[in-house]
């Protein structure tokens, strides 16, 4: 899995998911927004990691009863444990939010554990005391019947579907409250130096709005004028 740099990670954290879009849009991606998946509460600071992916299928009766979470091995459990510290734990409930992907005492594990956060395009159970963790958790909405019922967890770490955009080992996620953005991970490092660029000419666009000034050639900069006075602007805040 490739190691996310401590530089772009920094820079990650305070990007927002709106403009990576409108990145990742100039460079052709149009499908990296996980859909109808929300925060369970605000946080301070973006979530930014690497995935680290769970797949499931929907569950056959006789291959989920209770007693399954007896084997070691379940790959729901195994997934909890092996969630690299510093990565997201990303999941393909399929879009069903009928059953929990996951409760308060698994993602309190994640959190002890190190992982920077939790994303299914399911529900999952718990919420009040999901909500009271200092961690990032993105789910469709709440659901108290367990993951057994509808869901059987079959893969890990293997490319998912999440919220229909594809999710890949290894690919960088940043979320805040707006959602969730998948980033490729082989060019985030230039998506994040571009999107520090984009937010400091949407800073001079705001600041420019806001003493009246028309939006017309100001966004996006179509007038040479616009154009050289932002320079002179970014000289002055060096």
């Given at each position: 899995?490739?190691?996310?740099?401590?530089?772009?990670?920094e820079k990650l954290l305070?990007?927002?998911?709106?403009?990576?879009?409108?990145?990742?849009?100039?460079?052709?991606?149009?499908?990296?927004?996980?859909?109808?998946?929300v925060p369970l509460k605000?946080?301070?600071?973006?979530?930014?990691?690497?995935?680290?992916?769970?797949?499931?299928?929907?569950?056959?009766?006789?291959?989920?009863?209770?007693?399954?979470?007896?084997?070691?091995?379940?790959?729901?459990?195994?997934?909890?444990?092996?969630?690299?510290?510093?990565?997201?734990?990303?999941?393909?409930?399929?879009?069903?939010?009928?059953?929990?992907?996951?409760?308060?005492?698994?993602?309190?594990?994640?959190?002890?554990?190190?992982?920077?956060?939790?994303?299914?395009?399911?529900?999952?159970?718990?919420?009040?005391?999901?909500?009271?963790?200092?961690?990032?958790?993105?789910?469709?909405?709440?659901?108290?019947?367990?993951?057994?019922?509808?869901?059987?967890?079959?893969?890990?770490?293997?490319?998912?579907?999440?919220?229909?955009?594809?999710v890949f080992p290894g690919?960088?996620?940043?979320?805040?409250?707006?959602?969730?953005?998948?980033?490729?991970?082989?060019?985030?490092?230039?998506?994040?130096?571009?999107?520090?660029?984009?937010?400091?000419?949407?800073?001079?666009?705001?600041?420019?709005?806001?003493?009246?000034?028309?939006?017309?050639?100001?966004?996006?900069?179509?007038?040479?004028?616009?154009?050289?006075?932002?320079?002179?602007?970014?000289?002055?805040?060096?």
């Amino acid at each position: 899995m490739q190691t996310l740099s401590k530089q772009t990670r920094e820079k990650l954290l305070s990007i927002s998911t709106a403009t990576i879009a409108t990145c990742l849009y100039k460079k052709g991606f149009k499908n990296q927004f996980i859909q109808n998946v929300v925060p369970l509460k605000k946080m301070e600071t973006n979530m930014v990691g690497e995935a680290f992916t769970l797949r499931y299928i929907p569950s056959r009766e006789d291959l989920n009863p209770i007693s399954v979470f007896k084997d070691k091995n379940h790959p729901q459990r195994v997934a909890i444990e092996q969630c690299p510290k510093g990565s997201i734990l990303v999941i393909d409930s399929r879009k069903d939010a009928r059953a929990a992907s996951a409760g308060s005492i698994l993602i309190t594990r994640l959190m002890v554990r190190g992982a920077k956060g939790i994303v299914t395009d399911g529900g999952f159970r718990d919420c009040a005391e999901i909500s009271k963790l200092n961690f990032h958790s993105y789910h469709q909405k709440p659901s108290a019947p367990t993951n057994l019922t509808l869901h059987q967890a079959i893969d890990i770490n293997v490319p998912i579907g999440c919220g229909d955009v594809a999710v890949f080992p290894g690919d960088i996620l940043v979320g805040d409250d707006d959602g969730v953005m998948v980033i490729p991970a082989h060019i985030v490092d230039e998506i994040a130096n571009e999107c520090i660029e984009m937010t400091l000419f949407e800073n001079y666009v705001i600041e420019k709005v806001n003493e009246g000034q028309s939006i017309i050639g100001l966004y996006p900069a179509t007038d040479n004028k616009i154009i050289e006075d932002y320079k002179k602007w970014l000289e002055l805040k060096k």
